[in-house]
């Protein structure tokens, strides 16, 4: 049972209905969280202390929209009835076939399908912990993770079982893996098993504040940060933003082209459009005319992609159909007030540019359409509070540059881990990483991340995380990674090399250490540019000082 740093052992709504307390034992104490408030808005105040956000979002749904459309996915069509029988019906295998129990953590890989969305729910209504993880996670991501959450389960779309396979190899905890048909076609071993079973299964009966997710996260450490959320973080998103911001309907057809397996997908793809009884037409293929041909034949109204994608669909927005589309989010990184205006000039939206966090799950800095400003972020959303403060937590007048800080329904809570707990949750407060200012109107404007993370066409890069694996090529004696400014993507990884030989250092080498770190860890994560160098800047200690590189690229 959870142990004193479990909220949910002494919550009004009783104890956690976890059977395997990992969860409740990894959690930071509960004096180290951020301050967290549910009160300030009727939606957030409706939440009850004992939900299962699976429950509420699949069963609700199915009971009040079960013959509507809720996933389209190429030739395929599920309802919400549809959705929830396959649900259910993997909820039983994993209960009945494969052992889960309340609290054991389940790992979902695959990309965006309805089979991925039915896994999650499955895992939901059984009191499970899930860890989504996207296809182009490495073996050696993925085992990393599995012992990081002593994941016993994996659910995996058959396409992507070699990675798998290996992390299984590797793995200490890993004892199940069970491949669907992400692609829908022949069934594979899950949908086979789950064909026999039963078509409803009782979600179990969860407090709000069990563990449902942990969301693994790049970070500035260099290894991912699992961050953990409750059932009522996943209903609180939907209070906020979703409700309040967003603002869907039954008859909106969602698209977008964040990976479900983030929880900026999640929110977007899954649970903002099922809490309003809309549809999402789910494609693993996103490229600027296969986007705009899907906003024209599916008619789509709300869009979620990145401020790179919208650069590059704006060229080519006149050639296609997009009347149907009313409601545009960019998220992953800022927006470019550019970039903004174009797409405006070229389809009369006014994009919705939200800020969020893995830490905190969901956006809680944006702006309603009809309220956006080209170039800034926006306000707190209803239910969040934010503001900017210096080095010292004292907050920083109108135009200053400082500490972006915010609170609200949701909060950081890292798995096991309180260097970085203490790091991000200060003083009451969420610190991101960003560094904001505010203007005399109240609106909030980024002017930089303050850490090494590196943002490049919407993915979370750990410039640490690419070093460690270029230092693993026998070529390399000493290397450092950073962002460096790109008009396409934002930022781009860039690694600075010192070889080991400096008379190979040239476009070979450089070929090689791409191919090295693609091969390696997620392709998207590789040195687009490769510098050789014949030192790095150091401070006289000897660390290295990736602030002066970062300087110098953005002089040149």
């Known amino acids: 049972m959870p142990d004193a740093r479990s909220p949910s052992a002494a919550a009004p709504g009783g104890p956690s209905a976890h059977e395997d307390d990992f969860a409740a034992r990894m959690l930071p104490p509960k004096d180290q969280w951020p301050e967290m408030s549910f009160d300030s808005l009727p939606g957030l105040a409706a939440i009850p202390d004992r939900v299962n956000c699976g429950a509420v979002l699949l069963d609700g749904g199915a009971a009040r929209f079960g013959n509507r459309p809720v996933c389209l996915y190429r030739d395929h069509v599920w309802t919400y009835a549809d959705l929830k029988r396959q649900a259910d019906r993997l909820a039983h295998v994993l209960v009945d076939d494969l052992g889960v129990r309340p609290g054991n953590r389940v790992l979902i890989r695959g990309g965006n399908t309805p089979m991925f969305v039915a896994c999650w729910f499955a895992v939901m209504k059984a009191g499970a912990v899930a860890v989504a993880t996207m296809p182009l996670l490495r073996w050696r991501e993925l085992a990393y993770m599995i012992d990081r959450a002593e994941i016993t389960v994996a659910l995996c779309d058959r396409r992507l079982a070699d990675e798998m396979a290996r992390a299984q190899a590797e793995s200490h905890h890993l004892k199940h893996v069970r491949h669907y048909a992400g692609d829908m076609s022949a069934p594979d071993e899950l949908e086979q098993a789950a064909a026999t079973r039963p078509d409803a299964f009782q979600a179990v009966d969860t407090a709000a504040d069990?563990?449902?997710?942990?969301?693994?996260?790049?970070?500035?450490?260099?290894?991912?940060?699992?961050?953990?959320?409750?059932?009522?973080?996943?209903?609180?998103?939907?209070?906020?933003?979703?409700?309040?911001?967003?603002?869907?309907?039954?008859?909106?057809?969602?698209?977008?082209?964040?990976?479900?397996?983030?929880?900026?997908?999640?929110?977007?793809?899954?649970?903002?459009?099922?809490?309003?009884?809309?549809?999402?037409?789910?494609?693993?293929?996103?490229?600027?005319?296969?986007?705009?041909?899907?906003?024209?034949?599916?008619?789509?109204?709300?869009?979620?992609?990145?401020?790179?994608?919208?650069?590059?669909?704006?060229?080519?927005?006149?050639?296609?159909?997009?009347?149907?589309?009313?409601?545009?989010?960019?998220?992953?990184?800022?927006?470019?007030?550019?970039?903004?205006?174009?797409?405006?000039?070229?389809?009369?939206?006014?994009?919705?540019?939200?800020?969020g966090s893995t830490e905190m799950l969901h956006i809680f800095i944006a702006e309603t359409a009809e309220n956006m400003r080209a170039g800034a972020t926006g306000r707190p959303i209803p239910g969040f509070q934010a503001k900017v403060v210096d080095d010292q937590g004292n907050d920083c007048p109108p135009g200053v540059v400082g500490h972006l800080a915010v609170r609200g329904p949701t909060g950081v809570r890292y798995l096991d881990n309180p260097e970085r707990q203490a790091a991000y949750a200060r003083d009451g407060w969420n610190r991101t990483g960003d560094s904001y200012l505010v203007d005399q109107d109240g609106w909030f404007r980024y002017a930089a991340r303050t850490d090494d993370m590196i943002i490049s066409a919407g993915y979370n890069i750990s410039g640490p995380e690419v070093e460690a694996m270029l230092l693993t090529h026998p070529a390399v004696a000493e290397c450092a990674v950073i962002g460096a400014p790109d008009p396409e993507r934002g930022q781009i990884v860039k690694a600075f090399v010192v070889a080991r030989d400096t008379a190979a250092a040239g476009p070979e080498l450089a070929r090689a250490l791409q191919d090295h770190v693609k091969a390696e860890i997620a392709p998207y994560k590789y040195p687009r540019a490769v510098e050789f160098v014949t030192e790095l800047p150091k401070t006289q200690t000897g660390k290295v000082q990736r602030f002066q590189l970062r300087k110098d690229e953005e002089t040149k």
Not at 283 to 301: G, K, M, N, W
């Open 210 to 355: 069990d563990v449902c997710l942990i969301a693994f996260t790049s970070g500035t450490t260099g290894q991912p940060k699992g961050c953990m959320h409750f059932h009522r973080d996943v209903l609180a998103i939907n209070a906020t933003f979703a409700d309040l911001v967003l603002k869907p309907g039954p008859d909106d057809i969602f698209t977008g082209s964040p990976p479900i397996a983030f929880t900026f997908g999640l929110g977007a793809l899954v649970t903002f459009p099922m809490s309003a009884g809309a549809a999402t037409l789910f494609s693993e293929q996103f490229t600027p005319e296969s986007t705009l041909q899907a906003i024209q034949d599916h008619r789509v109204t709300t869009l979620f992609t990145a401020p790179t994608a919208y650069r590059a669909m704006t060229g080519l927005a006149e050639r296609f159909d997009l009347s149907s589309l009313h409601t545009c989010v960019s998220a992953g990184e800022t927006l470019p007030a550019p970039v903004w205006q174009g797409w405006h000039d070229a389809t009369g939206i006014r994009t919705i540019d939200g800020l």
